[in-house]
């Protein structure tokens, strides 16, 4: 049995996470759950996998799921204190690290120094830190696996490999819904419009960035840190039909890629039963019915999220997590009508304009250039 704790259970990474729970209830222990103010979800996930503890980052949502629980046997906790507590869990082996964003950081760091194997979908916290939580993981012995399907693809293809013979990384993106927009058609993209994904069924603000492809340029500042490669490496590539989860190429010129069906369940189980592979009941991909499987250059000047990124992870210091900070921030004033699709771009620019970089950070750094970057994007977001 491995015990495991949810931080984000109830978002679509998590929730997608207990469903490949309950597939294999011999083998998986849910121990924690972990989410922001989702009251009636998390109710009904502690009613059904009994969970030791429990944490909502908003208080007066603890509260209330405290009271609908009643005496159920489970502590409740609250606040960043709580999700933390969650994450260090000593009752847990592996925690799924799925909170969406910064506030997954502190957490995902939490749950490293106390030796849990970490299944990481949240790639935020990595592209803030630079090699933080991988050095972190390497001092505490632990292993960081990924579940987002790119970095899962390529930590696949790299199993056994001497990553030294590494020409280049080949990270796949769907291109979005509006790949093929004019810029006046992007100008005018509402909310709704951007929340509905071709391929993928994920959470607003992934949505938002796989539209934007500030997700695809996350990855890539993700990867550089992650696989610790560097980002002159690092390639996208536009793949509509999405079946190529992302490739490695080596020295030799062979090129090894994953494919499978767009589920986020297949890489999910991977992360958590790794090393073992287990059969599921989940359909194979049709390679007749996927083709053809076409590969485009991005194009850098009809979306400049990912140029920006490239940027940011070439600079490196505390400039990702000040991109990161304007885009998170950005992003929810598009959601909330408050700017238009074109300018998250323009804040995150505006933002990464403005830095003073630190070339070397330390945690208190990088927390608080984000802090200043979120200061300054909100300043920024009346002069769209
Ligand atoms: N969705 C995908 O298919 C997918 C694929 C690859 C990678 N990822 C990555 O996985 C992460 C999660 O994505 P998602 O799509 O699952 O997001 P989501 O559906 O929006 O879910 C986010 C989760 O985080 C919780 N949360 C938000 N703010 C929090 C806070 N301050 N403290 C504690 N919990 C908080 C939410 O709780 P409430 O529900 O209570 O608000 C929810 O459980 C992101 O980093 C994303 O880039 C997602």
Excluded at 44 to 68: F, I, K, N
Excluded at 80 to 92: D, Q, S
Excluded at 268 to 279: D, G, K, M, N, V
Aim: some cysteine.
């Amino acid at each position: 049995m491995k015990r495991i704790s949810i931080l984000g259970s109830t978002g679509s990474v998590g929730t997608q996470t207990l469903e490949v729970i309950a597939t294999f209830p011999d083998r998986f222990q849910v121990v924690g759950l972990a989410g922001k103010s989702e009251v009636e979800l998390i109710r009904e996930q502690v009613e059904r996998w009994h969970p030791e503890v429990v944490a909502l980052m908003e208080t007066p949502a603890a509260d209330e799921l405290r009271r609908r629980l009643g005496r159920k046997g489970v502590k409740v906790l609250s606040g960043e204190e709580g999700i933390v507590e969650v994450a260090k869990y000593e009752g847990a082996d592996l925690v799924l690290s799925a909170i969406v964003g910064s506030p997954s950081l502190i957490p995902t760091l939490e749950a490293i120094r106390s030796g849990k194997t970490i299944a990481l979908a949240s790639k935020e916290g990595v592209v803030m830190t630079g090699r933080l939580l991988m050095e972190e993981a390497k001092r505490s012995g632990v292993d960081i696996l990924p579940v987002d399907s790119e970095p899962n693809a390529i930590f696949q293809c790299l199993r056994g490999e001497d990553e030294r013979k590494v020409r280049r990384l080949i990270l796949t993106a769907s291109g979005g819904p509006f790949y093929n927009f004019s810029e006046s058609q992007l100008a005018s993209i509402t909310p709704a419009q951007a929340l509905r994904h071709p391929t993928w069924k994920m959470g607003k603000k992934i949505t938002i960035d796989s539209a934007t492809l500030m997700n695809k340029g996350l990855e890539v500042i993700e990867a550089h840190n992650f696989f610790d490669i560097d980002i002159s490496q690092i390639e996208v590539v536009i793949h509509p039909q999405a079946k190529v989860h992302s490739m490695v190429e080596f020295v030799d010129g062979s090129i090894m890629a994953i494919l499978g069906i767009t589920d986020m369940k297949v890489p999910i189980q991977h992360a958590l039963t790794y090393p073992e592979r287990i059969a599921n009941k989940l359909p194979s991909l049709d390679l007749t019915e996927s083709s053809p499987l076409e590969f485009k250059k991005p194009d850098l000047e009809k979306f400049p999220c990912l140029k920006y990124a490239y940027e940011a992870g070439k600079v490196g210091g505390t400039m990702p997590a000040v991109l990161n900070a304007a885009n998170e921030v950005a992003v929810e004033a598009f959601l909330n009508g408050k700017i238009g699709f074109l300018d998250i771009a323009g804040v995150s620019r505006k933002v990464m304009a403005g830095h003073s970089i630190i070339r070397k950070p330390h945690l208190n750094d990088i927390k608080e250039a984000d802090t200043w970057a979120r200061e300054t994007a909100k300043r920024n977001l009346s002069r769209c």
